[in-house]
């Protein structure tokens, strides 16, 4: 069984940074790529970026240019560094690994950009 888990959230203002980290727990396979999605108010939850083992980031189009998603310094970690936060990107942000036909995801933590 893999357990992901989010930290960093909280609150920031428009237009101010912040870093999330998700972390796979200890003894877990090695894993090929890491996700985040999010799930925004009124809306699905949507994918917002994938880093894979080798270090090849792929965006979605509302992210790209003002998020960075990065491969942590640990094994089975990775960073998701977001910028130019706006209001709409307020949500709960979720870690995923999707490997050996299972699918994984960690509880979630919560982004709220407001001034």
């Known amino acids: 069984q893999v357990q992901l888990v989010e930290s960093g959230g909280g609150l920031v203002r428009p237009g101010e940074s912040m870093k999330l980290t998700c972390a796979a727990s200890k003894n877990t396979f090695r894993i090929n790529a890491m996700s985040w999605y999010r799930h925004l108010p009124n809306k699905q939850r949507e994918w917002v970026a994938t880093?894979?083992?080798?270090?090849?980031?792929t965006y979605a189009d509302s992210v790209k240019g003002r998020f960075t998603i990065t491969p942590g310094t640990a094994a089975n970690t990775a960073w998701l560094l977001m910028g130019s936060l706006t209001p709409e990107d307020s949500g709960t942000y979720y870690c995923?690994?999707?490997?050996?036909?299972?699918?994984?995801w960690g509880r979630g933590i919560q982004v709220t950009v407001s001034s």
């Open positions: 995923n690994v999707a490997q050996y036909a299972e699918n994984y």
């Open positions: 880093i894979t083992r080798l270090g090849k980031p």
